[in-house]
């Protein structure tokens, strides 16, 4: 698996929480990199989409609630979430773009 995700958890309604992403043997960099959500019985959502070069592309659902962001140094792409719902609940994924191979995820409750 080429991206590992990490920090999920229970927070309720108007928390926040950041998500993680390690590249592990690829580089978060050099890849365009996205974050993808799936919710229980629902159909896999596109979140947002990080370019090289830090140009970054949000879902409606998110904008303005949700900022991807990267460290080289750490090789790492994170996902802060403010604001959150309880629609935002489900299973976080960080595949690069067009990947067909996709990590465990990690999972993010948001509830009372």
């Known amino acids: 698996v080429p991206f590992v995700e990490s920090g999920g958890g229970l927070v309720q309604p108007g928390g926040s929480l950041r998500l993680s992403c390690a590249g592990a043997g690829y580089s978060v960099s050099d890849e365009i990199m996205t974050w993808h959500r799936q919710a229980p019985e629902k159909a896999r959502e596109w979140g947002a989409t990080?370019?090289?070069?830090?140009?970054?592309y949000y879902a409606d659902s998110v904008k303005g609630r949700f900022t991807v962001s990267r460290d080289e140094a750490k090789n790492t792409m994170y996902l802060e979430m403010i604001s959150l719902l309880p629609e935002d609940t489900a299973m976080y994924y960080c595949p690069k773009h067009g990947s067909t191979t996709w990590g465990q995820g990690t999972q993010v409750t948001v509830s009372s």
């Open positions: 990080l370019f090289p070069g830090d140009v970054t």
